[in-house]
């Protein structure tokens, strides 16, 4: 991988994001990310953000799709389409908008985003908060951003796991048209049960049935999206093999290791570090490391990885890659960071 994708930022650069960062993190995580994701947007509007962020050219060809460079951006920054062209214009070479679920929904109670800022790290429990599929396909029909877009699924929280594939479907039927690829997101730790979904005999019915509708929508567009799945980080080894299988025999094209973590041992004794919900960050970047370098092993070469999940510096996005990912992806680095 060229060192000129994960060299260091100006220092203009940095300082500017370091003012921004001190005065967002005076207010409360969730209201100093809407704030961020609206001057970005003023930014772009007013082409400021195309003097102050270069998009690097690297092209890389994945799933039968051409990145401008590998680098993209992970699901939850704006899940519901909102912010596609600017924060396109900050460099990506991909972005990945939702997750989204059929029906409206407003998630679990507030407070529930926390800094842990020590670590690099931040605690979740959104619970997929999101204004529903239909709108958020309104607003992918708008995007101008060139980069590739993903579009990341999940079922509503009300939904029993014995009728997630219906979820999953209709998110499917309703994104097709408008995404490059399509993400099946079975991994938060915030949806009552959804992980229990990773289990083998669970995930070859769910991934087979999304594949078969994949291939009748594949007609009626004619075109063929790419399907990924993205897990956990809290996998046992031996799982590994089985969803490896139910990838490849279900014909998806690519696995997004990881998700965010429900393990606290990197950050015991932290303020906040009790608070529910998923872990990201910096301490997730071992963990989620782990579980890439086993799908590796465990995928044949041309089931793509994306790797993401402790990424805070260039050289951790230089290591999935050495680790067999084929593109990255972070969030919580790109908010304590900033876009270079």
Do not use: W
């Amino acid at each position: 991988m060229p060192g000129k994708l994960f060299q260091r930022p100006s220092t203009y650069q940095a300082n500017m994001y370091s003012l921004l960062k001190k005065a967002l993190f005076l207010t409360d995580p969730e209201t100093a990310h809407g704030l961020a994701l609206e001057s970005l947007k003023l930014g772009h509007n007013v082409g400021a953000t195309g003097v102050l962020c270069k998009t690097v050219k690297q092209p890389v060809t994945v799933m039968g799709l051409e990145f401008p460079n590998p680098v993209g951006l992970a699901a939850g920054m704006d899940k519901n389409g909102d912010y596609i062209d600017a924060l396109g214009s900050v460099g990506f070479g991909f972005i990945e908008i939702g997750t989204v679920t059929p029906r409206p929904q407003p998630g679990n109670p507030k407070p529930r985003v926390f800094r842990l800022e020590a670590a690099k790290a931040m605690i979740n429990r959104l619970g997929f908060n999101n204004k529903g599929v239909d709108y958020l396909v309104r607003q992918a029909k708008k995007r101008q951003f060139k980069g590739v877009l993903g579009i990341n699924i999940g079922k509503n929280f009300d939904t029993p796991n014995e009728k997630a594939a219906d979820d999953y479907l209709f998110c499917l039927e309703k994104v097709y048209a408008h995404a490059d690829y399509i993400t099946v997101n079975i991994s938060s730790p915030n949806t009552k049960g959804l992980r229990d979904l990773q289990d083998e005999t669970q995930l070859n019915s769910l991934l087979g049935t999304l594949d078969a509708r994949r291939r009748t929508l594949a007609d009626e567009h004619n075109k063929r999206v790419p399907l990924v799945v993205k897990v956990a980080p809290d996998l046992e080894d031996q799982q590994i093999p089985g969803i490896a299988d139910a990838v490849v025999q279900s014909g998806f094209d690519g696995l997004i290791a990881t998700n965010t973590t429900v393990s606290r041992e990197a950050v015991a004794g932290m303020r906040h570090a009790d608070e529910a919900g998923g872990l990201s960050g910096a301490p997730v970047r071992d963990q989620a490391n782990h579980v890439l370098a086993q799908f590796r092993a465990a995928l044949p070469g041309d089931i793509a990885l994306i790797g993401t999940g402790g990424i805070t510096r260039g050289g951790d996005a230089a290591d999935k890659i050495s680790l067999g990912a084929d593109l990255v992806q972070f969030y919580t680095g790109f908010v304590y960071q900033g876009p270079d």
